[in-house]
């Protein structure tokens, strides 16, 4: 009887089965099988004429010993200490700007502006950083760049953007903020646009003005959105944009120091090196870590705010 009940639903639903079905194989084929790979972690990977299984399988196992190069490198604090900051950065930036979009996308009246600088500011999420690093360098050339131009009208001495190191942590969280505003801020927006309009009518007789209303109406409202959205973003704390770190700064070695990231660092390896054992080692150690990251902070939050949490 349960087998029939269950091809039952299945027939009932069949339409929205075929509608996830491609999703489903997505996830099978790129996520969950990928995972088991995560072997090579474990292995002095060499590859073999006979095909990946071969190599897989005739690697010979060494453990821990990847994970203990990749930590006993002078590398190892200066790629995890910039993963990190960079992210914590651009987390908290990237939700105040957002936020703010959202809210004064709320309150403009003229419905075909808002339409016209929502589009504006979803444009940089679309570009390529590949795109975007023409853009900047047309920017930032040492010869002719359009900032250098201007500096040396104004009397000033030109900057070698690309070998001097201070400004680039600046021009980072710039570049990121500027292309991801205008994805982020859409379900902030949504969220805003679907908060009960009587909340605002009782604040507005109560005699709230606009901030007072944005603070104690708005702000609350977007605050389990907010929870959702912080949780799932901590948990991709130590997976940095490889383009941003890569292309944009055009893989400048005089600007190792504050454009090197857990990624680069394993692209540049494996590029460099051909060693996939401590790549993969790398890669395994961001995932586990951004897992924990992710549990703990739906733990804290599960714990201040349980209808937040995720789980």
Not at 80 to 98: E, G, M, P, S
């Amino acid at each position: 009887m349960k087998k029939k009940g269950f091809w039952k639903n299945v027939w009932q639903f069949k339409a929205l089965i075929l509608m996830a079905l491609p999703g489903v194989i997505w996830f099978i084929f790129f996520f969950y099988i990928p995972v088991f790979v995560n072997v090579v972690a474990f292995k002095d990977f060499r590859l073999s004429p006979d095909g990946f299984f071969a190599s897989l399988q005739q690697s010979p196992w060494v453990g821990f010993d990847n994970f203990k190069f990749l930590f006993a490198s002078n590398d190892a604090w200066l790629i995890t200490r910039n993963t990190l900051l960079y992210n914590i950065v651009f987390l908290a930036f990237n939700l105040f700007f957002a936020i703010a979009f959202a809210i004064v996308m709320s309150e403009l009246r003229n419905k075909r502006l808002v339409k016209v600088y929502h589009t504006m500011s979803l444009l940089p999420y679309f570009l390529s950083w590949v795109v975007i690093s023409y853009f900047v360098y047309a920017f930032l050339s040492p010869d002719k760049g359009i900032i250098n131009q201007w500096i040396t009208n104004m009397g000033g001495e030109g900057i070698n953007w690309y070998a001097d190191p201070k400004w680039w942590p600046f021009i980072f969280v710039f570049m990121n903020v500027w292309k991801s505003l205008g994805y982020n801020s859409i379900i902030y927006y949504a969220s805003v646009m679907g908060i009960d309009q009587t909340y605002y009518e009782a604040a507005m007789v109560d005699g709230a003005n606009k901030w007072q209303q944005i603070k104690n109406v708005t702000l609350p409202q977007l605050l389990p959105m907010i929870s959702v959205l912080l949780i799932l973003n901590i948990g991709g704390i130590f997976r940095a944009d490889f383009g941003l770190f890569y292309q944009v700064p055009r893989n400048s070695g005089a600007l190792y120091q504050v454009s090197s990231v857990l990624d680069t660092y394993i692209y540049n390896g494996l590029t460099a090196t051909g060693d996939f054992g401590m790549t993969a080692a790398a890669g395994l150690y961001q995932s586990v870590v951004g897992m924990c990251l992710l549990l703990a902070a739906n733990l804290v939050v599960r714990k201040l705010e349980p209808d937040s949490a995720l789980f």
